[in-house]
């Protein structure tokens, strides 16, 4: 349900932000000219709104599921599951109120509270779901589990960037590999307070100091995960370094096709989706057992 709620909610985030609009990319980044520019949205209308409503009807789902898990932690007298299910309504209790008070906020600290908010709880799902009984005596935690904390965390730092890349209609500040105009770029593009001016240019200066450093965590990451791979074969846990090199690789091809198609809707959706996926292994890494 969380992958679900994230991927959707990825999907109208990116069509509000004007990914994958016509004409492309002369409309993208025209902030409040779609009744005067006659510019129209990378996906249907019909689209936009099956997907609001599903994300509505899955939410309000997963509240539920989320108060009876929390109930039956505290039945069974289950600390660790409580506390992660707590954290959960923590959280979805944080997104309704943030969809309720700033449903139509151009500021990029909301895009950055839906994104970071809706993977956390994405990845407390995924923790709850592993955490063992309380009956198992278990065997003690891998050695993995330490390094997964830490891949998570730039994980974490990564998709905050590429928060921002997006919410400021940066996505075309550095139209190939290599090429970043830093002549007009400003510390002030990382102020999560300030929104994007309307009317910005599909492919302004001023966003590629954003693109690098999202380039950056994802090579930091890289690495840390190419490490994590090795210790894992070192482990004799074939699968586990299988999986750091493979999501990682996806994501790095999807990026690279980002750059070659000019950010198409579905590319950069399923940028997004990897990167939950991402965050989802890193989150069963970080309860793996000797």
């Known amino acids: 349900m969380m992958l679900a709620i994230t991927s959707l909610s990825a999907f109208i985030r990116l069509v509000n932000t004007g990914v ?6 002369a409309c993208y980044g025209q902030l409040g000219t779609h009744a005067t520019g006659g510019q129209q949205p990378g996906a249907s209308q019909a689209a936009v709104a099956t997907a609001r409503a599903a994300h509505r009807v899955i939410a309000s789902s997963s509240l539920v ?14 600390r660790q599951q409580g506390r992660h ?17 700033a449903r139509s906020s151009l500021l990029p600290a909301v895009t950055l ?16 779901a ?40 940066a996505g075309l500040s550095c139209p190939t590999w290599g090429v970043c105009d830093l002549s ?15 009317g910005t240019s599909a492919s302004h200066a001023g966003g590629a100091l954003m693109h690098l450093l999202h380039r950056a965590a994802g090579l ?19 699968w586990v370094a299988a999986a750091c090199v493979a999501l990682p690789a996806l994501q790095i091809l ?37």
């Open 130 to 169: 592993r955490l063992p009984d309380a009956t198992d005596s278990g065997t003690g935690a891998s050695p993995l589990a330490r390094w997964a904390w830490v891949a998570l965390a730039l994980a974490f730092v990564q998709a905050a960037f590429g928060a921002m890349v997006s919410s400021t209609h």
């Open 20 to 25: 994958g609009c016509t004409p492309w990319p």
């Open 184 to 198: 007009q770029a400003s510390w002030q593009a990382l102020n999560p307070w300030l929104a994007p001016a309307a």
């Open 254 to 290: 999807l990026g690279l096709g980002l750059v070659a198609q000019q950010l198409p809707l579905g590319g950069t959706w399923a940028h997004n989706l990897m990167a939950a996926l991402l965050l989802a292994l890193l989150a069963v890494l970080t309860t793996a057992r000797r």
């Open 65 to 78: 599921v989320i108060l009876a898990l929390l109930a039956l932690a505290l039945r069974r007298r289950l």
């Open 85 to 101: 299910a707590a954290a959960l309504l923590v959280l979805a209790l944080f997104l309704a109120g943030l969809g309720a008070g």
């Open 220 to 238: 930091a990451l890289l690495g840390f995960l190419a490490f994590m791979a090795w210790r894992a074969m070192r482990l004799d846990k074939p």
């Open 113 to 128: 509270g839906n994104l970071l908010a809706g993977l956390g709880m994405l990845v407390l799902s995924v923790r709850l």
